[in-house]
């Protein structure tokens, strides 16, 4: 497949990026690992003038523990972020979102934390090659009035399927966003337009520089369900955080992802486990099944596999990651 | 659009050329360089037959522009042995019968590398997940897992590895 024509450009500091960005906007595209947008590119949906690599710029690729929380440079590889003892040891479940993305050769060098945040909603009705498209009508998402996932829906239904940012969500991690004029700092869960089409609330001349994990204690894990462990996204997956004193849940978050337009926090379920204690098998069943019944609504049928089915394995991934951050709270 | 003059080192050759912004590594690699050796199949990342080496780390040849892997140490399947000489795992793959049609064996053989640089003997497991990007649609992984597997040192209880399997000589007898 060959890709569409563009203009390269490799700017040398992160000044001449902004400055390019607010001057190309939405003609311009940010070329870190390449992994998603030289495929959606391939496939036609979407056509960039200008592809902005961040090749040059070495200073956005960083682990670095500071005060209380972790910064993460945008262009760090997933590579580096599995290898981290830091991660590893205070955000695990980051760690293990991250060797779940693809297979090692495909993203695991190439592929950036900051790419995988920021990787388009998906759909299997969207996501396919031009040729297929032809057959029919444009959807939401391709410009057009129609949605193929759910009938008569006067929106566009695409799916978040990045396992980074359902783990970043469980953490509560905050993005830095730089443009040329200002730098701004917003929670992951307040950076979801819930809006299929223009997932992220971010301009086009801002660039996401840095992610921040708070570092409060407690411990973290990650599960998923996808169709083959490597290559495929996520049908389902969920992220778990669980904060304890003698062994007493005193914070729990319950971050499902893949089900729908952003990663989904559930409050309820959440809140269900203050108080528990962590060896409490039925009270993380109880939590599950709340889980499931939030995060099913927002769900429709175009990642693959049933609907039903990803709806009741929202309740076993939910279980499976809450008992493996139990454990791992115990242990420590 | 025009053409923009870079210097690519594959295989410890430096080669100069002319590429367009939008040409992949893959195809400056098998139309300008005429290394057909790493396949393009997807061309979308998920079957791993373009995987190449960029400074010791296999990645999807198909998903790197030819101008991002300017300054990087390229190694093509092309690159693996020394003349004639073919290295342990590659003699590994034609001795466990790993090869079916052939389309995936050289991805298979850069991923299979890589993970044999860092880790010279690895288990079962560890073979598995490095070769989980590489997709074989012959279905013959047991005998590539084999392969990888036993390269660097002979498998006392399979049938396919020399010393302990076929006799070297069997063409003279």
Not at chain 2, 51 to 71: M, N, Q, W, Y
Not at chain 2, 72 to 77: A, G, R, Y
Not at chain 2, 124 to 141: F, H, M, P, Q
């Amino acid at each position: 497949m060959r890709l569409p024509r563009f203009e390269y450009l490799r700017p040398k500091t992160l000044e001449d990026t902004l400055d390019l960005l607010a001057d190309h906007k939405d003609d311009a595209r940010i070329l870190a690992g390449g992994t998603d947008l030289l495929v959606r590119m391939k496939k036609g949906l979407l056509s960039p003038k200008v592809l902005i690599s961040l090749k040059a710029l070495n200073n956005l690729s960083y682990i670095q523990k500071n005060d209380g929380s972790i910064s993460i440079g945008a262009t760090t590889p997933l590579a580096d972020i599995i290898a981290s003892d830091l991660i590893q040891a205070d955000a695990a479940a980051l760690s293990q979102a991250c060797e779940k993305v693809g297979a090692v050769s495909l993203q695991h060098y190439r592929g950036t934390l900051g790419g995988n945040v920021l990787q388009n909603n998906r759909c299997h009705n969207y996501n396919q090659s031009q040729f297929h498209r032809s057959g029919r009508q444009a959807c939401h998402k391709a410009g057009g009035k129609i949605c193929y996932a759910r009938d008569e829906a006067d929106r566009c239904y695409s799916t978040c399927q990045s396992d980074g940012a359902t783990a970043l969500m469980a953490l509560g991690a905050k993005l830095v966003l730089v443009s040329k004029k200002n730098e701004r700092t917003v929670d992951l869960a307040d950076f979801y337009t819930n809006d299929g089409i223009v997932p992220f609330a971010m301009e086009s001349h801002e660039l996401l520089k840095e992610i921040i994990i708070p570092v409060k204690g407690g411990s973290s894990a990650y599960r998923r369900l996808a169709y083959r462990s490597a290559i495929d996204y996520p049908i389902v997956c969920a992220g778990v955080l669980l904060g304890a004193t003698d062994n007493k849940i005193d914070k729990a978050r319950i971050v499902v992802g893949a089900m729908g337009r952003s990663p989904l926090f559930l409050a309820q379920a959440s809140s269900s486990l203050n108080g528990k204690d962590l060896t409490d098998n039925r009270a993380f069943k109880t939590a599950a099944y709340q889980a499931m019944d939030s995060a099913a609504p927002f769900a429709v049928h175009n990642v693959g596999s049933t609907l039903e089915y990803r709806q009741a394995m929202v309740e076993k991934m939910v279980f499976r990651a809450l008992t493996a951050a139990a454990t791992a709270a115990i242990a420590q | 659009m025009e053409k923009i003059s870079i210097t690519l080192d594959v295989n410890g050759k430096l080669c100069e050329l002319m590429v367009a912004p939008n040409d992949t590594l893959l195809e400056v690699l098998r139309d300008d360089l005429d290394l057909t050796g790493s396949k393009e199949s997807c061309g979308e990342g998920a079957c791993g037959s373009c995987t190449v080496h960029i400074d010791g780390k296999p990645v999807r040849s198909c998903l790197t522009l030819a101008l991002e892997a300017e300054g990087s140490k390229i190694k093509t399947v092309e690159g693996l042995a020394k003349g004639d000489q073919l290295t342990d795992l590659q003699e590994s793959f034609i001795n466990h019968g790993a090869v079916q049609c052939g389309f995936c064996t050289p991805g298979m053989l850069m991923s299979a590398d890589a993970l044999l640089n860092e880790n010279p003997h690895p288990d079962r497991t560890e073979v598995r997940k490095a070769l989980a990007g590489n997709i074989c649609r012959c279905t013959g992984y047991a005998k590539i897992v084999d392969a990888v597997a036993h390269a660097s040192h002979p498998h006392e209880g399979c049938p396919d590895c020399r010393p302990y399997g076929r006799s070297e000589s069997k063409g003279e007898e």
